[in-house]
């Protein structure tokens, strides 16, 4: 069932985060469904301008409606990731959409205002919540490419007044975490003083944290085992620090990268093993299976987990 992302939020506030999945395929789609049904969790299925382009508009949303089907009994929002103007509307526009992302961080903030303003205005319109984001995280996203140096926590008076004046219903903050397989470069992990100086001038707001994948060490270790070659200095977010989070106003954890990793890691160590095997469903198969375990896994981190009874009763 697709359910608003407002609604989630207003349940799980202080209590869990969400689990935000990006999904580019079918497997993922597969595990994704399953993974949280499994540990029996609410979930937001999320789409990037690049899932959009890589799988077809068409595709990847009928992915999405079929897994609705097959699993009658899951509770998910489904939300497009790091969007620009013109996505937002088409996403908006198309009905489909629960909420969507409007990612004009990279602009000076007057001018992400204005943006994050008109997309707010055309989606209350049709009652789809819109997240924003302020600050800059490090990494990779879409064609933008942040380094270390210039990425920027997210100031919590800015973010007051963003909020205020652009009434977009979360917002994304920058404190400490970077897209992708490289965060924290010999660095610290996430600035919790600075987030709870956020949630002290947002209360019972929900805030949303990027860049949260784990990027496990064993992961690593078990694909460059099998050939692969990602340095050593790949490291992520330690995913026992959500719980820390959450009472200061994540309501929302985005994770893409170790979902790469687990597919990486299970079609190298397949074809590895089984040189002479050229079916892709045996991998494929492999990977909805570990894909779930992992959402399943992370669910627990979350404390999105065993909450879905409890939130369909609150949904009514
Ligand atoms: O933050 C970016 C997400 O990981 C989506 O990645 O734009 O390569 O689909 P993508
Ligand atoms: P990761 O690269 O840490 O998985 O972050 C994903 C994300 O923020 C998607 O918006
Ligand atoms: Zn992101």
Known sequence: ??????????????????????????????????????????????????????????MIEAIIRAADEIHPEAIFAVHLDHGDEETAYDCIDSGFYSSVMIDASHHPFEENIAITRRVVDRAHARGISVEAELGML????????????????????????????TE?????????????AYKFSGRKGLHFERLAEIQRRLPNYPLVMHGSSSVPRSEVERINAAGGAIPSS??????????????????????????????????????????????????????????????????GKLGSAGRLEEVRAALG
């Open 138 to 165: 490090g990494g990779v996203e879409e064609d933008v490419k942040v380094d270390e140096k210039h990425a920027m926590l997210t100031d919590p008076d800015e973010a007051a007044e963003f909020v205020e004046r």
């Open 234 to 299: 790949a490291r992520g977010v330690n995913a026992d620090e959500f719980a820390r989070a959450v009472p200061l106003g994540v309501a929302k954890v985005n994770i893409d990268t170790d979902g790469r990793l687990v597919w990486t890691r299970v079609h190298r160590e397949f074809f590895r093993d089984q040189p002479e095997k050229f079916d892709f469903r045996g991998p494929g198969k492999e990977y909805v299976a570990e894909y779930a375990r992992f959402i399943a896994h992370k669910n």
């Open 1 to 58: 069932m697709i359910v608003s992302t407002g609604s989630l939020f207003e349940i799980a506030y202080g209590r869990f985060a969400v689990g935000a999945y990006n999904i580019n395929n079918m497997e993922q789609a597969l595990g994704l469904f399953r993974g949280n049904l499994e540990s029996e969790a609410p979930f937001i299925v999320q789409i990037s301008r690049g899932a959009r382009k890589y799988a077809n508009v068409k």
């Open 168 to 180: 977009c219903d979360s917002l994304a903050v920058a404190i400490g975490t970077s897209h992708g």
